[in-house]
């Protein structure tokens, strides 16, 4: 997929196409029709806005859309053979990451919210209690308490490495204070009632190169 060059308003380019490959177009046949035959034979599909196309495909689509529109770093897309319609160095750099380490411990007690999660019995009667007077345990998040700091100013790291933060009064990092582990479902947890505390850094520079279909950060240079 990638946007194609419509016309100029003034001295700006203006991209009220966008064009969908073979491999796409025939995707979107095969789903319309509930087949699971994909073989990419279809041509290329554009599609022209009367208006204006929204581009929004997340923090790592919409650059790489872009890039393979010929819209980004100059040096980059020619090295790719990619036609270059703007030089905009912008794109696909200062990439901002949120990265995180959860801190899991069995609690004693039957505070967590665990519990309540995992019958749900418990939880329609909460849900129940919430929906009569706004009360109860569903009044509350899975986590309410939060904690921003910031490294020294004179830390070494800052010697070799520039403050990533937006100010100098901006946090580097965040702790997270959980009464339940359900909202890391994507982890193997263990039984019974937890607590977490996550350290998670406020934001990770780096950046995303485009190499035609897919993206590659083994270059980036943070």
């Given at each position: 997929m990638k946007l194609l060059q419509s016309g100029t308003k003034g001295a700006l380019k203006s991209?009220?196409?966008v064009q969908f490959s073979g491999m796409q177009t025939?995707?979107?046949s095969r789903m319309s029709n509930n087949s699971s035959s994909l073989d990419g034979s279809a041509p290329?599909?554009?599609?022209?806005?009367?208006?204006e196309v929204i581009l929004s495909a997340g923090s790592i689509g919409?650059?790489?859309?872009?890039?393979?529109?010929?819209?980004?770093?100059?040096?980059?897309?020619?090295?790719?053979?990619?036609?270059?319609?703007?030089?905009?160095?912008?794109?696909?750099?200062?990439?901002?990451?949120?990265?995180?380490?959860?801190?899991?411990?069995?609690?004693?007690g039957d505070e967590s919210s665990d519990k309540?999660?995992?019958n749900s019995s418990l939880l329609k009667a909460a849900m129940d209690q919430w929906t009569a007077n706004k009360t109860g345990?569903?009044?509350n998040s899975l986590a309410n308490t939060y904690g921003f700091a910031r490294l020294p100013s004179n830390s070494s790291i800052f010697k070799t490495v520039a403050d990533p933060a937006a100010g100098p009064k901006s946090p580097h990092w965040e702790v997270v204070f959980a009464v339940s582990a359900l909202h890391l479902i994507?982890?193997?947890?263990?039984?019974?009632?937890?607590?977490?505390?996550?350290?998670?850094?406020?934001?990770?520079?780096?950046?995303?190169?485009?190499?035609?279909k897919f993206l590659d950060f083994s270059h980036c240079p943070h």
């Open positions: 991209f009220r196409s025939t995707f979107l290329p599909t554009t599609v022209k806005a009367r208006k919409t650059a790489q859309i872009l890039q393979l529109s010929g819209i980004g770093n100059a040096d980059d897309l020619k090295a790719l053979n990619i036609s270059v319609l703007i030089d905009n160095p912008g794109v696909g750099a200062n990439l901002i990451d949120h990265l995180l380490v959860p801190n899991i411990f069995n609690v004693k309540l999660l995992r345990i569903v009044g994507r982890m193997s947890l263990p039984l019974g009632l937890i607590f977490v505390c996550i350290e998670s850094m406020v934001q990770s520079r780096g950046c995303s190169t485009c190499y035609r």
